[in-house]
């Protein structure tokens, strides 16, 4: 990077640096959330090319250390960048041997477009600009494309030009890996087809058929050259002096985990085939990110923090995206951006999914379905373990086996040593964490996600066992990896660790609370009246262990020795520098990373003491802050996640150094703070902790099930934060500074779930601003007559979104006009661009909100098997002691069809009703399933009350009463 100023949404690379360039390849990355290429050049050397695609996993057996071990790894997929270069009489470019006058990489955040721009002085002094705008499209999950302009400056004549899809590729991105297999592919096949080509090749175990097929548009075709494993291009451009000339290559990548698709080549074949020309093609995709930063907006002070922040939200996009909502795909730890870890799924969905909840719910939805779907694997875990329930594995990949090797590379020794790392059982308390939060942020806890989370109770419950009046958990691991052993023991494993025991106390009460919340689960997953009464029985009585006035983080942490912290100063993996010292780490008082802490990363203040409580254990004031001060001096920081949570424990009693560690997690990856790791992968779940940070920490944002509470406490270097959020399928904004905080730009600290939100204002933007320009007022004005911050107004301006009445009414009265005529009253959209719609998303209501939106009655569909075979009829309908009331004719259609003739046997229908707000774009649909009742004319009293009117009209006067028995809903954002 440069030392310039930055721009807040451009992350810029001067210069052709061979030692850097693994560090550029990552954070220049692109994805779309189904798959992502690195930011190698498509040409010269070093350089790292990597296209992985979300879920595609390969498993290959190696010797190690005369063991032979296996190990999954996330597949790097064949190269669709190679693309060069020659003027005449020259060699290929490479630009590590190249004299370049200009060499600059712009990555693009806001559009999604990596450029790089080079001037290029070939040995007779001719002087080539060439110009690459790349991209992979967020806005057809199948497409890529990178175009390339060459222009001549000082000369003309022929350019060749040489295009290549590369199949022989391995899994050599980590340095420490290369003693293992990383052929991953074979079966390579190439071909072309109508000048397009194509190259085809499977996963060695897991079958996996992947297929990349390219369409090179310019004015000088060129039939494909086939190699073994490649297939290659050559072009002649005629440039003329200062007279542009573009080649842009188009590809697709599909592969058999497709749906929808015959083959991966001819799917390939067909996607690349319709995909529109570089600048339409450009133009979508800028639009699908103008709608995702539309609901990711995170706005703070100051271009270079924005910069950062805009930099986190973008690569947690693009490994993240919509698009991956339907796949089966978890967060791996280092995004879809490299190697390390192997592509694995660890616990970093703890720091990625509070972040979505309030902002893409359909995205963390998919991600909970992920492991949703591996639970028969876990079950099979934990009784292969003897215990009930599912136990999921520290790492997991394909199918949720455990991926945690058993043997780890020091590369301070050079010595391969056993890894204990599956002993963390505490990953089923992270997914039962998101479970529960993911309700409390959507109100959603659909029945599968409720077996989610009780499975991981029943778990956590049976892997308590009785001693003495309490209950302790053995052989396991926190958080901390130093300490997977107690000193000199031949099996590993540590007792009572204070985040295991109180994070299981905490999922005894919220799965009692889940248990209330999903009534109809069948036999086998709902909890029987004995497993409720142990859960809240460990609840109570689990064993936690203190010393010096802390929470000891295992029993037997306080007889550890204290390191010399002066000897390893600076030292961030201390495991490796003792272990390579004849030394080790288990021995004594020294953490890589928080770990009895993570407990005030989770829980509130209140959480935390009100858990320790209902154990037993009395809490005095100072317990925590202690807490935090001792293990705050005996941890090494060796996790990028330690300064995450750090910082946010430090928040409210030390805003200094809760600054310091929130820096440290915003740069640990723009500025390599772990030294080389991430040319290897971003790390996902820091980006994700410092949004979270900023959203959650520094607001003081509480989500709950009766509404929001703010209570900010910025740190002195953070100003203004500003943001929209999405609570309950209501979009609320946000914005704080030192002085206040606002909700939907009013000064305000709470808001509840059920505050009434106005409709139908697709248009009002547009017609703030003409009212606005009409009085000659600026937006500042008008933000102060209508008590409203300018944030705010400005948002509202901006966006098609939904105020409360409150607000609505104050801006009315201050552009001197009425709410009427803000929401459309019948007149004709007003002049002006409008705002764009959000980014089009499902979102699954409950059973309460349902009830909310149907009960002022209205217009719906009855569906019903009729006479003459399926039948769908409008009526009007009000709801009558909780039952949908609606009138119809004796002796029509409905009265004969919905009656059986016999006393007791009902007909079951669906009733549907719809609200669709066009101009919005927005909506939501509610399907209510039951028996159809004939209301007898001693009943007719109540739904006559009602004032219910017939659809047709006229003498209609049999009244139907459909009483609910399943209510599903559904809102839609963006459609």
Same mark, same amino acid.
């Given at each position: 990077?440069n030392?310039?100023?930055?721009?807040?949404?451009?992350?810029? @690379?001067?210069?052709?640096e061979?030692?850097?360039?693994g560090?550029?390849?990552?954070?220049?990355?692109?994805?779309?959330g189904r798959?992502?290429?690195r =930011?190698?050049?498509?040409?010269g050397?070093?350089?790292?090319?990597?296209?992985y695609?979300a879920?595609?996993?390969?498993r290959?057996d190696?010797v190690?250390?005369?063991h032979?071990?296996?190990?999954?790894?996330l597949?790097n997929?064949?190269?669709?960048l190679?693309?060069t270069f020659?003027t005449?009489?020259?060699?290929?470019?490479?630009?590590?041997?190249?004299?370049?006058?200009?060499?600059r990489?712009?990555?693009?955040l806001?559009?999604g477009?990596?450029?790089r721009d080079?001037?290029?002085r070939?040995g007779?002094?001719r002087i080539?600009?060439v110009?690459?705008r790349r991209?992979?499209?967020m806005?057809?999950p199948?497409?890529?494309?990178?175009?390339?302009t060459?222009?001549?400056?000082?000369?003309s004549?022929?350019?060749?030009?040489r295009a290549t899809?590369?199949g022989r590729?391995? !899994?050599?991105?980590?340095?420490r890996? #290369?003693?293992?297999?990383?052929?991953?592919?074979?079966?390579?096949?190439t071909?072309?087809?109508?000048?397009?080509?194509?190259?085809?090749?499977?996963?060695?175990?897991?079958?996996?058929v992947?297929?990349?097929a390219?369409?090179?548009?310019?004015?000088?075709?060129a039939r494909?050259?086939l190699?073994?494993?490649?297939i290659t291009?050559?072009?002649?451009?005629d440039?003329?002096?200062?007279?542009?000339?573009?080649?842009?290559?188009?590809?697709?990548l599909?592969?058999s985990?497709?749906p929808a698709s015959?083959?991966?080549?001819?799917s390939?074949?067909?996607h690349?085939?319709?995909?529109?020309?570089?600048?339409?093609?450009?133009?979508?995709?800028e639009?699908?990110?103008?709608?995702?930063?539309?609901?990711?907006?995170?706005?703070?002070?100051?271009p270079?923090?924005?910069l950062v922040?805009?930099?986190?939200?973008?690569?947690l996009l693009q490994t993240l $995206?919509p698009h991956?909502a339907?796949?089966?795909?978890?967060?791996?730890a280092?995004?879809l951006h490299g190697?390390?870890y192997?592509?694995?799924?660890f616990?970093?969905e703890?720091?990625? &999914?509070?972040?979505l909840?309030?902002?893409?719910? &359909?995205?963390s939805r998919?991600l909970?379905?992920?492991?949703?779907?591996?639970l028969p694997?876990?079950?099979d875990?934990a009784?292969?373990a003897?215990?009930?329930g599912a136990m999921?594995?520290?790492?997991?990949?394909?199918? =949720?086996?455990?991926e945690?090797?058993?043997?780890?590379?020091?590369?301070?020794?050079g010595?391969?040593?056993?890894?204990?790392?599956?002993?963390?059982?505490h990953v089923?308390l992270?997914?039962?964490?998101n479970?529960w939060?993911?309700?409390l942020?959507?109100?959603?806890m659909?029945p599968?996600?409720a077996?989610?989370?009780?499975?991981?109770?029943?778990f956590f419950?049976s892997l308590?066992v009785?001693a003495?009046?309490?209950?302790?958990?053995r052989?396991?691991?926190?958080?901390?990896?130093?300490h997977?052993?107690?000193?000199?023991?031949?099996?590993?494993?540590l007792?009572n660790?204070?985040?295991? !025991?109180?994070?299981?106390?905490?999922l005894?009460?919220?799965?009692r609370?889940?248990?209330?919340?999903a009534?109809?689960?069948?036999?086998g997953?709902?909890? $029987?009246?004995?497993e409720?009464?142990?859960w809240?029985?460990?609840?109570r009585?689990?064993?936690v262990d203190?010393h010096?006035g802390?929470?000891?983080?295992?029993?037997?942490?306080?007889?550890l020795l204290e390191?010399?912290w002066?000897r390893?100063?600076?030292?961030?993996r201390?495991?490796?520098a003792l272990e390579?010292?004849?030394?080790d780490?288990?021995?004594?008082?020294?953490?890589?990373?928080?770990?009895?802490?993570?407990l005030c990363?989770?829980?509130?203040?209140?959480?935390?003491?009100?858990?320790l409580e209902?154990?037993?254990y009395?809490?005095d004031?100072?317990?925590?802050?202690?807490?935090?001060?001792?293990?705050?001096? #005996?941890t090494?920081?060796?996790?990028?996640?330690?300064?995450?949570?750090?910082?946010?424990?430090?928040a409210?009693? !030390?805003?200094?150094?809760?600054?310091r560690f929130?820096?440290?997690a915003?740069?640990?990856?723009?500025?390599?703070?772990?030294?080389?790791?991430?040319a290897?992968?971003i790390?996902?779940g820091?980006?994700?902790g410092?949004?979270?940070?900023?959203? #959650?920490c @520094?607001?003081?944002?509480?989500?709950?099930?009766d509404?929001l509470?703010?209570?900010?406490?910025l740190?002195?270097?953070?100003?203004?934060?500003?943001?929209p959020?999405?609570?309950?399928?209501?979009?609320?904004f946000?914005d704080a500074?030192?002085?206040e905080?606002r909700?939907?730009?009013a000064a305000?600290?709470?808001?509840?779930?059920?505050?009434v939100i106005?409709?139908?204002?697709g248009?009002?933007?547009?017609?703030?601003?003409h009212h606005?320009?009409?009085?000659g007022l600026?937006?500042?004005?008008?933000?102060?007559?209508?008590?409203?911050s300018p944030?705010?107004?400005?948002?509202?301006e901006?966006n098609?979104?939904?105020?409360d009445?409150?607000?609505? @009414?104050?801006l009315?009265?201050?552009?001197g006009?009425?709410?009427?005529?803000?929401?459309?009253g019948?007149?004709?959209?007003?002049p002006?661009?409008?705002?764009a719609?959000?980014?089009p998303s499902?979102?699954?209501l409950?059973?309460?909100?349902?009830?909310?939106?149907?009960?002022?009655?209205?217009i719906?569909?009855v569906?019903? !098997?009729?006479?003459h075979?399926?039948?769908v009829?409008?009526?009007n309908?009000?709801?009558?002691?909780?039952a949908?009331?609606f009138?119809?004719?004796v002796?029509g259609?409905?009265?004969k069809?919905?009656?059986?003739?016999?006393?007791?046997?009902?007909?079951?229908i669906?009733f549907e009703?719809?609200?669709?707000?066009?101009?919005n774009?927005? =909506?939501w649909?509610?399907?209510v399933?039951?028996p159809?009742?004939?209301?007898?004319p001693?009943?007719?009293?109540?739904p006559?009350?009602?004032?219910?009117?017939?659809?047709?009209g006229?003498?209609?006067?049999?009244?139907?009463?459909?009483?609910?028995?399943h209510?599903?809903?559904?809102?839609?954002?963006?459609?």
């Amino acid at each position: 990077m440069n030392d310039r100023v930055p721009d807040a949404w451009v992350l810029v @690379y001067e210069g052709f640096e061979p030692s850097g360039e693994g560090l550029r390849e990552a954070l220049c990355t692109l994805g779309n959330g189904r798959f992502a290429t690195r =930011g190698a050049t498509p040409d010269g050397e070093p350089r790292t090319p990597g296209t992985y695609l979300a879920g595609c996993y390969d498993r290959l057996d190696s010797v190690v250390a005369g063991h032979t071990v296996t190990n999954e790894d996330l597949v790097n997929l064949p190269d669709w960048l190679p693309l060069t270069f020659a003027t005449p009489g020259s060699g290929w470019f490479r630009p590590e041997r190249a004299d370049l006058p200009l060499y600059r990489h712009e990555l693009d955040l806001r559009r999604g477009v990596l450029v790089r721009d080079l001037r290029w002085r070939d040995g007779e002094g001719r002087i080539t600009r060439v110009r690459q705008r790349r991209l992979v499209s967020m806005a057809d999950p199948y497409l890529a494309a990178m175009q390339t302009t060459f222009t001549a400056e000082n000369w003309s004549g022929p350019l060749r030009v040489r295009a290549t899809l590369e199949g022989r590729v391995r !899994n050599e991105g980590v340095a420490r890996y #290369r003693d293992l297999r990383g052929d991953h592919l074979t079966g390579h096949a190439t071909g072309s087809e109508d000048d397009l080509a194509w190259l085809t090749a499977r996963t060695r175990s897991s079958h996996v058929v992947v297929a990349l097929a390219a369409r090179m548009d310019g004015d000088v075709p060129a039939r494909p050259s086939l190699g073994a494993g490649h297939i290659t291009s050559d072009h002649v451009l005629d440039l003329a002096e200062g007279v542009p000339a573009d080649l842009t290559k188009v590809v697709a990548l599909t592969s058999s985990r497709d749906p929808a698709s015959h083959d991966p080549r001819t799917s390939a074949l067909r996607h690349v085939r319709r995909a529109p020309p570089f600048a339409e093609l450009l133009a979508r995709h800028e639009a699908a990110w103008e709608l995702l930063w539309r609901r990711a907006r995170l706005d703070v002070d100051g271009p270079e923090l924005s910069l950062v922040v805009h930099l986190h939200i973008f690569h947690l996009l693009q490994t993240l $995206s919509p698009h991956t909502a339907g796949l089966d795909a978890g967060v791996p730890a280092r995004g879809l951006h490299g190697e390390a870890y192997r592509g694995h799924v660890f616990w970093d969905e703890l720091f990625v &999914q509070p972040w979505l909840d309030l902002r893409f719910p &359909q995205i963390s939805r998919g991600l909970l379905r992920y492991r949703w779907r591996r639970l028969p694997e876990a079950r099979d875990a934990a009784r292969e373990a003897g215990l009930d329930g599912a136990m999921f594995p520290w790492q997991s990949g394909s199918d =949720g086996r455990e991926e945690s090797q058993t043997l780890h590379l020091n590369p301070a020794s050079g010595r391969w040593l056993p890894d204990h790392s599956r002993l963390q059982r505490h990953v089923g308390l992270a997914v039962a964490y998101n479970v529960w939060h993911h309700y409390l942020a959507t109100g959603s806890m659909p029945p599968w996600c409720a077996e989610l989370l009780l499975d991981i109770a029943r778990f956590f419950a049976s892997l308590a066992v009785p001693a003495g009046d309490r209950y302790e958990i053995r052989g396991v691991m926190g958080p901390d990896e130093y300490h997977d052993a107690y000193p000199g023991a031949s099996v590993p494993g540590l007792d009572n660790n204070a985040y295991t !025991n109180v994070m299981t106390a905490w999922l005894m009460a919220r799965a009692r609370d889940t248990a209330a919340l999903a009534p109809d689960l069948p036999p086998g997953l709902a909890p $029987s009246a004995a497993e409720l009464e142990r859960w809240d029985d460990v609840g109570r009585r689990l064993r936690v262990d203190f010393h010096d006035g802390v929470i000891s983080q295992f029993t037997g942490y306080a007889d550890l020795l204290e390191l010399d912290w002066d000897r390893y100063a600076g030292v961030r993996r201390l495991d490796r520098a003792l272990e390579a010292d004849g030394d080790d780490v288990n021995r004594y008082k020294a953490s890589k990373q928080a770990d009895t802490l993570m407990l005030c990363y989770l829980l509130t203040g209140e959480e935390l003491t009100g858990t320790l409580e209902r154990l037993g254990y009395p809490v005095d004031p100072d317990l925590i802050s202690r807490t935090v001060s001792y293990y705050l001096r #005996r941890t090494s920081h060796g996790s990028t996640l330690s300064a995450v949570v750090h910082a946010w424990v430090l928040a409210r009693s !030390n805003r200094a150094q809760s600054w310091r560690f929130f820096t440290e997690a915003l740069y640990s990856d723009i500025k390599d703070v772990q030294g080389g790791t991430t040319a290897e992968g971003i790390h996902l779940g820091a980006m994700g902790g410092t949004l979270d940070l900023l959203q #959650r920490c @520094y607001l003081g944002l509480e989500v709950g099930p009766d509404g929001l509470r703010l209570d900010p406490l910025l740190p002195e270097e953070l100003g203004l934060v500003s943001m929209p959020i999405r609570y309950r399928g209501r979009q609320v904004f946000i914005d704080a500074d030192h002085d206040e905080a606002r909700l939907n730009g009013a000064a305000r600290r709470t808001f509840g779930r059920g505050e009434v939100i106005m409709t139908g204002t697709g248009d009002l933007g547009r017609r703030v601003i003409h009212h606005r320009e009409r009085l000659g007022l600026t937006r500042e004005q008008v933000a102060e007559r209508a008590d409203m911050s300018p944030g705010y107004l400005k948002y509202l301006e901006e966006n098609a979104d939904t105020p409360d009445t409150g607000a609505l @009414y104050r801006l009315a009265d201050a552009l001197g006009t009425t709410v009427e005529d803000l929401l459309g009253g019948g007149h004709d959209r007003p002049p002006g661009r409008g705002p764009a719609m959000a980014h089009p998303s499902l979102e699954m209501l409950d059973e309460q909100e349902c009830r909310r939106l149907i009960a002022p009655g209205g217009i719906g569909r009855v569906a019903f !098997n009729g006479s003459h075979g399926p039948t769908v009829l409008p009526v009007n309908y009000k709801m009558h002691e909780g039952a949908i009331v609606f009138r119809t004719a004796v002796g029509g259609a409905m009265d004969k069809d919905l009656s059986t003739g016999l006393a007791g046997v009902d007909i079951l229908i669906a009733f549907e009703i719809d609200n669709i707000d066009e101009a919005n774009r927005e =909506g939501w649909s509610v399907l209510v399933q039951g028996p159809a009742h004939h209301v007898p004319p001693e009943e007719t009293n109540g739904p006559q009350g009602t004032g219910v009117t017939p659809w047709a009209g006229g003498e209609r006067e049999l009244y139907i009463r459909i009483v609910p028995q399943h209510i599903t809903g559904r809102r839609i954002h963006g459609i």
